[in-house]
Every structure is written in C-alpha cells, then in structure tokens.
C-alpha cells in the first residue's frame, strides 16, 4: 500500500497542478501612425472621449484589447498612434467584419475627416500608416 501511494500521489499532484493551468490568448500587437488635421484636433479628441457604446462593443467583437490611441505635436504638426493587440485567429476577416458594421461606418465617418494620411497610407487609399515593432519587453 506504501508503495502504491508512493506512485500515485506525485501522479494525482500533477494532474490536480496541470488543471490549475491557465493558458493565454495569442496575442499580436500592431501598431500604426497617421496625421491629425490641426482644425479638427477637438472634434477628434471629443469623440474618443465620448466613444459611442457600438462602436467599443464591435472593437471587442473583433478580438480587440488594450486598444489605445495617442496624440503628439512633432514640428508643428499633430499625429495620432495606434496601438492595439489582437487575440483572435483571423485578423482580415475580423477587419472586414468590423469594416461592414453600419455603426462602425457611420463613426468612421466622423473621424475620418479629422485625420491628414502619411504619404505612404495615401498613395494605397489608407488613413493609418503600419509601424513596425522593434521591442517588446514581456
């Protein structure tokens, strides 16, 4: 019997551990810039603090966490940063959904408007120039 629960209770303390384990969501982070129009500076910063409810439900939706953006002033001019992360598996296809979203359309097209594209994002359509990631410390 002593031997028997030698063997079996490292094996049952294993499995009891191995339940606990938690694992997480792939994570990929993307991040990019894009210009902000110096007249529409307050529209812009008033509707992100006033995110319509639709709009942060969809952004979660999509796979979407720690969505940020930022404002900064370089040389006279002001830019925006993006950063978010994505646990989901598909990132085109959840952008695409988000994309036909009517209410999602709608605030696009208030914020559209306010934001100036980088050359490169202009030249292919786009308002958000990528940027690529150089560190990130887990």
Same mark, same amino acid.
């Given at each position: 019997?002593? !031997?028997?629960? #030698? ?5 049952l ?10 694992t ?8 990019? +810039?894009?210009?902000? !129009?110096?007249?529409k500076?307050? @529209?812009y910063e008033?509707?992100h ?6 709009? #942060? !439900?969809?952004? *979660?939706?999509?796979?979407?966490? #720690?969505?940020?953006?930022?404002? @900064? ?8 940063f993006s950063y ?5 598996? #598909?990132?085109?296809?959840?952008m *695409? ?8 359309? @709608?605030?696009? *097209? ?16 786009k308002?958000?120039?990528?940027? *690529?990631? +150089?560190?990130?410390?887990?």
């Amino acid at each position: 019997m002593k !031997k028997l629960l #030698n063997c079996t209770l490292p094996l049952l303390a294993l499995i009891v551990l191995s339940g606990c384990a938690t694992t997480q969501p792939h994570i990929t982070r993307y991040a990019w +810039v894009t210009g902000l !129009k110096p007249e529409k500076i307050e @529209r812009y910063e008033y509707l992100h603090s006033h995110p319509w409810p639709a709009i #942060n !439900k969809m952004i *979660k939706d999509c796979h979407i966490q #720690n969505y940020s953006i930022y404002e @900064r002033e370089i040389d006279g001019k002001t830019y925006l940063f993006s950063y978010l992360e994505y646990t989901g598996t #598909n990132f085109d296809t959840d952008m *695409k959904l988000m994309a036909a979203d009517p209410e999602t359309q @709608r605030w696009w *097209k208030e914020t559209d408007p306010c934001q100036q594209p980088l050359p490169d994002a202009a030249a292919k359509g786009k308002i958000w120039s990528d940027a *690529k990631e +150089v560190f990130h410390l887990q």
